[in-house]
C-alpha cells in the first residue's frame, strides 16, 4: 500500500470489516491516513483529484468497487475501533517522540478527524462490545 502520491509505501497496522458499509477500514502504519475499501459491486464513484461539479460529473473518478477512499490524518493510528454507527472509527496512535498516547475520531463520511481524545492507554485488543464487531483473532463478538 502506499499513499495517495506512490511515494511513500506502508504496512498495515490495522484492518476490520464494516460490514454494515460494505467495506473494511484499514490504518496504516507508515501513511498518516486510513482507509475504507467497499467490497459492494454497486459503491458510488470515487472522486480523483480537482472535481468542478459532482452533479454534471464535470472531474475525475475511479471505480469505489475495491479502491481506497482516503482520509488524510494529523498522526498515525495503530488500532482503532468502530463507533456503534458504523460511520466513525476512534483510534489511538503512540508517539514516540513525546512518550504519549493520543487518540482521534475520524468520521469515514466526512473523510477527516472530527476529535481528539484523552487516552490512559492503547485499546489493544478493544473488546468486541465497543462496537468493535469482532475480536483480533478474527472470531464475532459478544
Not at 470515487?46 to 477512499?69: S, T
Not at 482503532?80 to 493520543?102: C, L, P
Not at 489493544?124 to 483473532?137: K, L
Amino acid at each position: 500500500m502506499s499513499d495517495k502520491d506512490g511515494k511513500t509505501t506502508s504496512r498495515v497496522s490495522a484492518v476490520y470489516d464494516a460490514s454494515p458499509r460494505q467495506s473494511f477500514v484499514a490504518a496504516l502504519k507508515d501513511v498518516k491516513e486510513v482507509w475504507e475499501v467497499s467490497y459492494n459491486p454497486k459503491a458510488d464513484e470515487i472522486p480523483a483529484g480537482m472535481i468542478h461539479d459532482f452533479k454534471y460529473r464535470e472531474g475525475a473518478f475511479i471505480p469505489g468497487f475495491l479502491n481506497p477512499q482516503r482520509s488524510q490524518l494529523d498522526d498515525y493510528l495503530d488500532d482503532f475501533y468502530f463507533t456503534q454507527g458504523y460511520d466513525e472509527v476512534m483510534g489511538a496512535s503512540r508517539n514516540d517522540a513525546k512518550a504519549v498516547v493520543t487518540g482521534q475520531v475520524v468520521n469515514l463520511d466526512a473523510r477527516k478527524k472530527i476529535a481528539d481524545l484523552e487516552l490512559p492507554g492503547m485499546p489493544h485488543p478493544v473488546p468486541a462490545s465497543a462496537g468493535h464487531g469482532r475480536t483480533r483473532q478474527g472470531r464475532d463478538g459478544p
